[in-house]
C-alpha cells in the first residue's frame, strides 16, 4: 500500500468476478481505487452525481479539456457539464483507455458468442437502485486497457501491462455514485483472453484514531471496529447436521440404550442455495468471490 493509503481508512471493499459490476457512492473528498487482484484485468468505469443523475462522467468531456485521450496522473476527470468529478492521485499502470464503448449484446453476437455476460448489463445491474437504465449508461473509462492508435487512426486492442497488484487512485471532487464492472471479454487481448477479479476500495480522507495506551490494554468490542472486513468464501460443502432420534420407551427394570441408526449418523441430504448471485459468465472459469462485511 502506498504511503498516501497509509494516512487514510477503508470503509468499503468489493471482490468483482468477471461478469459482474458494483455500484459504490464516494463522497466528496474521498478515494476510490481500483486494483487488478491478478493482473491483466480491465475495469469498466463510470460515475454519477448523488445530487443529479442527469449529470455523469464524460469521457468526451474529459479528453476535449484535458487534450489528451489517456488518462494520467494528475488529471482531473470532468462530467457531461464539464464539471469536476475526480482526479487521478495514484496510478501504478499508466496505461487506460477511454475511446472505447463498454462491451454488451451485440458486440459479442458479432463475435459468434450471444449470451456472453457483459460490462452494460453488468454495469445496468449494479445502479438499479439509483434509476439508471441500460440505455442511460455512458462511454466508460476503461482502467488497465491498452489500444494502440495506429497511423491511419485503425485501433488495435493489446493485452494489458497491469501486473498483479496495479491499481488507480481517484479522489472524488463531488459526491457521486461509481460503478465498476469486471470485463468478462475472453475473445480478444483486452484481458489477456483470461478475465480476472478486480478489487475496489473507498477511503475516508483521515487515519484511524489513535489508540491511548489504557485502550490498547483493553478488548476491543466489534462494534468498535470500523475497518472494513473481507471474508473469503470457503469451497467446502455445508454440512448439515441431522436431528437425533427420538429414544424408544425404556422398560423400568434394565432401560436400554437407544439403536444408534445409520440414518442418524450420515444425516439427511440437503440444498444448499449457490452464493454466487447472477448466472455465471460464458466461456469463463470460475473465479474467487468474497463476502464483504460493511461497517460504517
Not at 468477471?18 to 491483466?40: D, M, N, R, W
Not at 485521450?69 to 487521478?88: A, H
Not at 499502470?93 to 460490462?119: F, I, Q
Request: hydrophobic share 40%; net charge negative; proline share 9%.
Amino acid at each position: 500500500m502506498s504511503d498516501l493509503l497509509n494516512e487514510k481508512t477503508p470503509i468499503k471493499s468489493r471482490h468483482i468476478r468477471p461478469g459482474q459490476g458494483e455500484a459504490v457512492e464516494v463522497k466528496a473528498g474521498q478515494f476510490l481505487q481500483i486494483e487488478t487482484l491478478q493482473g491483466k484485468q480491465v475495469a469498466d468505469f463510470v460515475a454519477f452525481s448523488l445530487d443529479d443523475t442527469g449529470e455523469f462522467l464524460s469521457t468526451a468531456a474529459t479528453r476535449s479539456t484535458n487534450g489528451n485521450i489517456v488518462p494520467q496522473l494528475g488529471m482531473t476527470l470532468y462530467s457531461n457539464r464539464r464539471e469536476p468529478m475526480f482526479e487521478i492521485v495514484e496510478d501504478t499502470v499508466g496505461r487506460h483507455d477511454m475511446l472505447y464503448a463498454c462491451c454488451d449484446p451485440v458486440r459479442y453476437e458479432k463475435l459468434g458468442a450471444p449470451g456472453h455476460a457483459n460490462c452494460r448489463e453488468a454495469l445496468t445491474a449494479s445502479l438499479v437502485g439509483y434509476g439508471i437504465g441500460y440505455d442511460r449508461i455512458p462511454d466508460p473509462i476503461n482502467w488497465f486497457m491498452t489500444v494502440s492508435i495506429q497511423q491511419r487512426g485503425e485501433l488495435e486492442i493489446r493485452e494489458p501491462i497491469a501486473e498483479a497488484g496495479d491499481y488507480v487512485l481517484v479522489k472524488a471532487l463531488k459526491d457521486v455514485v461509481a460503478a465498476v464492472s469486471a470485463c468478462p471479454q475472453d475473445l480478444t487481448p483486452t484481458n489477456a483472453e483470461h478475465p480476472t477479479n478486480l478489487r475496489v476500495r473507498v477511503f475516508r480522507d483521515e487515519p484511524l484514531p489513535a489508540m491511548t495506551m489504557r485502550e490498547a490494554s483493553q478488548p476491543v468490542a466489534e462494534a468498535e471496529i470500523v475497518v472494513a472486513e473481507v471474508v473469503e468464501p470457503e469451497p467446502a460443502e455445508a454440512a448439515v447436521e441431522a436431528a437425533p432420534e427420538p429414544e424408544p420407551a425404556t422398560v423400568e427394570a434394565a432401560p436400554e440404550p437407544a439403536p444408534a441408526t445409520e440414518a442418524a449418523e450420515q444425516g439427511a441430504p440437503s440444498t444448499v442455495a449457490s452464493s454466487h448471485g447472477p448466472s455465471r459468465p460464458a466461456r469463463l472459469r470460475d473465479t474467487a468471490e468474497a463476502t464483504v462485511v460493511r461497517v460504517e
